[in-house]
């Protein structure tokens, strides 16, 4: 789990130094992604098989539902957090085809530094994400038959 979580913090610390508004179409902004998602598969596929091996069996279900809870829970909150801060920069996206090329040119990077601040939210529940993780370290480690 904390493999893929650094993964994720490594893909998100990626994407928000490396890009700029003059690299908005820069192709190794995929790699990063890729990093990313990569990250998230693993910490919820690890959550996801772990859930049975951590809980007693009369908990089961109780424990399954808690793990798929929050995963909605937490990703509702985080996209409600990032799209209340990108309309807190923009009313209206459907004005910029109508502006002149300097003009739209200035507005698109207005968006990216907004993707950029969004994947900076993210990067910070990505962080507290591994550090609780840290704090949960049980020695010796639960191991899956």
Known sequence: MLSGELLQIIGLVLVTTLTTPADRDWPGLYGFQVCIGFGMGLVIGTTTLLTPALTERRDLATASAAVVQSRFLGGAVILSI??????????????TYALAGDVQGAVEGRFVESFNLQMRIVLRVAVAAMLSSLMMWQKPQVRVP
């Open 82 to 95: 990032a799209s209340a801060q990108l309309q807190a920069l923009f009313e209206s996206t459907e004005t």
